[in-house]
C-alpha cells in the first residue's frame, strides 16, 4: 500500500505536505518542498521519492509542477553552518510554505517535528512520505530540484562525486576532500569537513 488522500480529507481545507532532503550530505543545500494537490488531479504512483527510479521521480515531478501548488525552499550551506542542520531544515520548510500560491490552512509535516513560526497549524506525519500523496508529492519534488543542483555544483566541482552521491559521504566524496581539500559549498560545522579544517 502507497500513500493515499485520507489524512488530508479528513483535515479538509487546502492541505500542503512538507518534506525535506539534504539533511544528512557534507556538502550543498537542506532543500524543502511543500505541495497543495488538488484531490481531482493526484498523479499516479506517488511515493516515497527514496523508493522510485531517477526516472520516474523525474517524470512525476513534472506532473506535480503542472497540477499543483508547488513552492520550494532552500537553506544555504552557511545558514546550515550558523544555525545548525535542523534549525536550517525548519527555515526552509517556512520559506516553501511561505512560497505557495494560496496559504493552506493545514500542513502535513513529514517526521517527527512541526518547524516553528509556520503560517498554519501542522501535524507531524512519521514516515509520512508513505502515507500522505501530498507529503510524497513534496518528497518527489525537492529530491529532483536538489539532486539537479547537485549535478550543476559536480560540474563546477569535478573529484567529489557530487554528480552521484549528491553531497554526502562517500568514498568518493571523503577522497575528494582528501586530495582537493574543501570547497564554498561544504558544510564547515560537520564533522568530516570541520576535522579537515582543524588539520
Not at 485520507?6 to 550530505?25: C, K, N, Q, S, Y
Not at 515531478?61 to 550558523?82: H, K, N, P, T, Y
Amino acid at each position: 500500500m502507497g500513500p493515499d488522500f485520507e489524512i488530508e480529507r479528513e483535515l479538509g481545507g487546502l492541505v500542503a505536505g512538507v518534506d525535506e532532503v539534504g539533511r544528512g550530505p557534507w556538502a550543498g543545500p537542506v532543500t524543502a518542498c511543500a505541495v497543495v494537490l488538488d484531490p481531482m488531479q493526484v498523479p499516479d504512483g506517488l511515493n516515497d521519492s527514496k523508493k522510485l527510479s531517477e526516472a520516474r521521480r523525474d517524470a512525476l515531478a513534472m506532473q506535480i509542477l503542472r497540477v499543483a501548488d508547488v513552492s520550494l525552499g532552500w537553506a544555504s550551506v552557511e545558514e546550515i553552518d550558523a544555525l545548525n542542520i535542523r534549525q536550517a531544515t525548519f527555515l526552509a520548510m517556512r520559506r516553501a510554505m511561505d512560497g505557495l500560491t494560496t496559504p493552506p490552512t493545514h500542513a502535513l509535516i513529514d517526521g517527527n517535528a512541526i518547524p516553528p513560526g509556520l503560517s498554519c497549524p501542522a501535524t507531524c506525519v512519521v514516515k509520512g512520505d508513505g502515507r500522505s500523496v501530498s507529503i510524497a508529492a513534496a518528497s518527489i519534488v525537492a529530491k529532483v530540484r536538489r539532486d539537479a543542483l547537485m549535478k550543476e555544483l559536480a560540474v563546477m566541482h569535478p573529484g567529489y562525486g557530487w554528480e552521484t552521491n549528491m553531497g554526502y559521504g562517500t568514498a568518493k566524496h571523503a577522497a575528494g576532500l582528501h586530495h582537493l581539500g574543501v570547497t564554498q559549498y561544504h558544510r564547515r560545522s560537520f564533522a568530516p569537513i570541520a576535522k579537515i579544517l582543524c588539520g
